[in-house]
């Protein structure tokens, strides 16, 4: 297996293609960090009297939740109370207002996308090409069964996808760190969860924001690996993969407004922040719910995959 991994991450690598994509990448984040620099603006005066703000900004966020129809309002309106009676409780100031490095790799976050739109191309063509190449032949000739091979390329698939967000994610704290400088002190991140709040490590926070945001990627890459095995189009997987990358959420949310089963609905459950720092798309969903469902797609994807691989004839 680990020699089929190898033999798979040097077919990529071998394709001028892939440092194209690595490049436009890290010009992405340099691009994203020259326009933060340009528009940063320097830290205000520390307000002395924070915690008579605060309790003001309650009584105000207190009137607006009265007043307000929508539950999405009114939960970031109960969010933000909470977290400000927690600063006063423990004696901690609001952030500093100075940008810093932190700030900056949550801000590149954004092109997380972009990491999804280059795996999906990868993923995509990864079986496709070996049936349009014919090599397809070459590969089944070896004494090795097929579910082992389908099984190496999608593990490069995912290799090569958290490659890129390693990428994204240092690339972007090394030039953070250059362009704004490390905060002037260590401020915890404030996680507010279930109505509750807790201090978490901001390079902690950062690591598991990257991670749920990547989720979406990681299913539309699987899907357009099943499509791309399942068809043998690459062109197909790629196409319908995009599209759904930067669709499917409006759609979902559409659909949402009026049907319930909306959240059977695979894109009601791949961003699982909306457990951590916002609301549930569709009333009654939580993150276990949302978790069963995209192991649910999980399996209906691989098994589409290599039930037809497996019995697939290449003959011809």
Same mark, same amino acid.
């Given at each position: 297996?680990?020699?089929?991994?190898?033999?798979?991450?040097m077919?990529i690598f071998?394709?001028?293609?892939?440092y194209v994509?690595?490049?436009?990448l890290?010009?992405?984040t340099?691009?994203?960090?020259i326009?933060?620099?340009?528009?940063?603006?320097?830290?205000?005066?520390a307000?002395?009297?924070?915690?008579?703000t605060l309790?003001?900004e309650?009584?105000?966020?207190?009137?607006?939740?009265e007043?307000?129809?929508?539950?999405?309002?009114?939960?970031?309106?109960?969010?933000?109370?909470?977290?400000?009676?927690?600063?006063?409780?423990?004696?901690?100031?609001?952030?500093?207002?100075k940008?810093?490095?932190?700030s900056?790799?949550?801000?590149?976050s954004d092109?997380i996308? &972009?990491?999804? +739109? %280059? @795996?999906?191309?990868v993923?995509?063509?990864?079986v /496709?090409?070996?049936?349009? *190449?014919?090599?397809?032949?070459?590969?089944?000739?070896?004494?090795?069964?097929?579910?082992?091979i389908?099984?190496?390329?999608?593990?490069?698939v995912?290799?090569?996808?958290?490659?890129?967000?390693a990428?994204?994610?240092?690339?972007s704290a090394a030039?953070?760190?250059?362009l704004?400088?490390?905060?002037?002190?260590s401020?915890?991140?404030?996680n507010?969860?279930?109505?509750?709040?807790?201090?978490?490590?901001i390079?902690i926070?950062?690591?598991?924001y990257?991670?749920?945001?990547?989720?979406?990627?990681?299913?539309?890459?699987?899907?357009?690996f099943?499509?791309?095995?399942v068809?043998?189009?690459s062109?197909l997987a790629?196409?319908l993969? &995009?599209?759904? +990358? %930067? @669709?499917?959420?409006?759609f979902?949310?559409?659909l /949402?407004?009026?049907f319930? *089963?909306?959240k059977?609905i695979?894109?009601a459950?791949?961003?699982?922040?909306?457990?951590?720092?916002?609301?549930?798309l569709?009333?009654?969903m939580t993150?276990?719910?949302?978790?069963?469902?995209?192991i649910?797609?999980?399996?209906?994807?691989?098994?589409?995959s290599?039930f037809?691989?497996?019995?697939?004839?290449v003959a011809?």
């Amino acid at each position: 297996m680990v020699n089929l991994i190898k033999n798979e991450w040097m077919k990529i690598f071998r394709r001028p293609g892939t440092y194209v994509m690595i490049t436009i990448l890290i010009l992405s984040t340099l691009l994203v960090g020259i326009v933060s620099k340009y528009q940063e603006k320097g830290p205000g005066a520390a307000d002395k009297n924070w915690v008579q703000t605060l309790k003001e900004e309650n009584d105000a966020l207190k009137k607006q939740m009265e007043q307000s129809r929508s539950k999405v309002e009114k939960q970031y309106y109960k969010k933000e109370i909470v977290i400000n009676n927690y600063r006063i409780q423990h004696n901690l100031p609001p952030k500093e207002t100075k940008y810093h490095v932190w700030s900056f790799v949550k801000d590149a976050s954004d092109l997380i996308i &972009l990491t999804g +739109l %280059f @795996t999906i191309i990868v993923a995509a063509g990864i079986v /496709a090409s070996e049936f349009n *190449w014919g090599t397809i032949k070459l590969l089944l000739i070896r004494p090795i069964n097929r579910t082992k091979i389908l099984l190496s390329k999608y593990f490069t698939v995912i290799l090569f996808a958290l490659f890129m967000l390693a990428i994204l994610f240092a690339f972007s704290a090394a030039l953070g760190a250059v362009l704004f400088g490390m905060p002037n002190q260590s401020v915890p991140y404030l996680n507010y969860y279930n109505g509750k709040v807790t201090e978490q490590n901001i390079v902690i926070h950062l690591l598991i924001y990257y991670g749920l945001n990547s989720i979406k990627m990681m299913m539309l890459v699987t899907m357009a690996f099943m499509i791309s095995t399942v068809f043998r189009n690459s062109s197909l997987a790629i196409g319908l993969s &995009l599209f759904l +990358l %930067f @669709t499917g959420d409006q759609f979902t949310a559409l659909l /949402a407004l009026k049907f319930s *089963w909306a959240k059977f609905i695979l894109f009601a459950n791949t961003d699982l922040m909306q457990y951590i720092e916002g609301t549930p798309l569709v009333d009654g969903m939580t993150m276990t719910f949302s978790i069963i469902m995209l192991i649910i797609y999980f399996i209906i994807f691989h098994f589409l995959s290599f039930f037809v691989f497996n019995k697939r004839d290449v003959a011809s």
